[in-house]
């Protein structure tokens, strides 16, 4: 197979094919590493339709741990399935984007309601004449949705939105949570998947006007396996016609960590250190390490260190000395104060998704190379 591939390259006078790797946000990589669980419920969530509990999910992960990834892929083969999709960030202006969007996607299915009408002509100097959208201005977010709604309904039609980065704090997306609990209500074909970083997702769930998204489907996107990563490597670098060797293999895997965006990374930069080879080398992939540390250094790491507060970081600092995880009471006695102080910066650091809670009051850094950017930069 792997052969046939090469040959082919080889016959299009492609020795060199592109870089496979999509290091950049937002971007369906070539293999999804993992998340197969929450892609199968999602889908077979779609696939079940009306009544099914999963068709409100919202998903939680660190930054580069995949949500828009995911939700894009989701959306793709809903898309392929027939449902119509959308796909908005939690903006203002979110609901007309959500209607306009709808109205794109399902055109060829649903009666234009934009038919403007005249609605006045008057006869001067100038010939001025006013056109009057039909009740687009008028009716309310979920109005102007059940109308698209009804119209979906006649062709039997879903209609999937997803929100991405969520936020607490706007209102259009309380607007969307409480219409949506209507539309399940009244069994309409619909779903919403929603995506955001742990801290905007937990906060838009206390929110008390939204209380029915307490009881949506949850994921918490945390870190994928390590056979998983070596499976997406491998394919990702033989469907684009090269090979990897073995131990340069198991090398780049230790240094991914079960991180998606850093696979991106190393597997970029590895595929760039002798793009004209037929295979990947030990030498390209620790080349690609180190390129690949430096990336992962600026784009998440020093953000995510500049949002922590004071108390976030004396608490980091005394986890470093542990090898693996953690335990709450030696954090507490390391910092020198009572559990229950430390207990409120372990809740903010799992909201921020920078540790994970490994349950018997044992707590780790969720990100490996996260503890070793803290090691080199608060010592
Ligand atoms: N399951 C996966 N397997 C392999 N690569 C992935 C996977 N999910 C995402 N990626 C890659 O990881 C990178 C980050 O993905 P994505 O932009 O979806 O992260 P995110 O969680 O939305 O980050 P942010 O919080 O900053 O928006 C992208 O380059 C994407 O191609
Ligand atoms: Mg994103």
């Given at each position: 197979m792997q052969k046939l591939q090469k040959m082919q390259n080889e016959e299009a006078g492609d020795s060199m094919s592109t870089n496979p790797f999509t290091p950049t946000f937002g971007i369906v990589p070539a293999h999804m590493a993992g998340r197969e669980d929450v892609i199968g419920e999602l889908l077979r969530a779609l696939d079940n339709g009306v009544g099914d509990p999963n068709l409100v999910t919202i998903v939680s992960g660190a930054r580069g741990t995949g949500k828009t990834a995911l939700l894009s892929y989701v959306a793709d083969e809903a898309a392929a399935h027939g449902w119509i999709a959308v796909n908005v960030s939690a903006l203002p202006g979110m609901l007309d984007e959500i209607v306009q969007q709808t109205k794109k996607r399902a055109g060829h299915l649903i009666e234009s309601d934009d038919a403007v009408r005249i609605s006045s002509i008057h006869l001067g100097n100038i010939a001025e004449v006013t056109f009057q959208e039909q009740n687009a201005e008028a009716a309310t977010w979920r109005i102007r949705m059940e109308d698209l709604l009804d119209e979906l309904a006649k062709t039997n039609t879903g209609l999937l939105i997803t929100i991405d980065e969520v936020r607490e704090d706007l209102d259009e997306m309380i607007q969307v949570a409480s219409a949506m609990q209507h539309f399940l209500r009244e069994r309409r074909n619909i779903a919403l998947f929603m995506a955001g970083l742990p801290t905007h997702v937990s906060a838009l769930l206390q929110n008390k006007s939204v209380s029915f998204l307490r009881r949506a489907n949850y994921h918490d996107l945390g870190t994928v396996e390590d056979f998983e990563v070596a499976q997406a490597l491998t394919k990702t670098i033989e469907g684009a016609?090269?090979?990897?060797?073995?131990?340069?293999?198991?090398?780049?895997?230790?240094?991914?960590?079960?991180?998606?965006?850093?696979?991106?990374?190393?597997g970029y930069r590895a595929w760039e250190a002798s793009p004209d080879s037929s295979f990947l080398s030990i030498a390209d992939v620790d080349a690609g390490i180190s390129h690949a540390?430096?990336?992962?250094?600026?784009?998440?790491?020093?953000?995510?260190?500049?949002?922590?507060?004071?108390?976030?970081?004396?608490?980091?600092?005394?986890?470093?000395?542990?090898?693996?995880?953690?335990?709450?009471?030696?954090?507490a006695r390391r910092m020198g104060k009572k559990s229950n102080y430390a207990s409120e910066y372990k809740r903010r650091l799992i909201e921020q998704g920078v540790i994970a809670d490994r349950g018997q009051g044992l707590v780790r850094i969720e990100i490996p190379l996260f503890k070793d950017y803290l090691k080199e930069r608060l010592s």
């Open positions: 016609g090269r090979s990897i060797d073995e131990e340069a293999l198991k090398r780049a895997v230790a240094s991914i960590g079960g991180f998606p965006y850093m696979l991106q990374l190393v540390r430096i990336d992962m250094r600026r784009k998440i790491f020093d953000t995510t260190f500049k949002e922590l507060s004071k108390g976030d970081v004396r608490f980091l600092a005394a986890m470093l000395e542990d090898e693996g995880a953690s335990e709450l009471a030696d954090i």
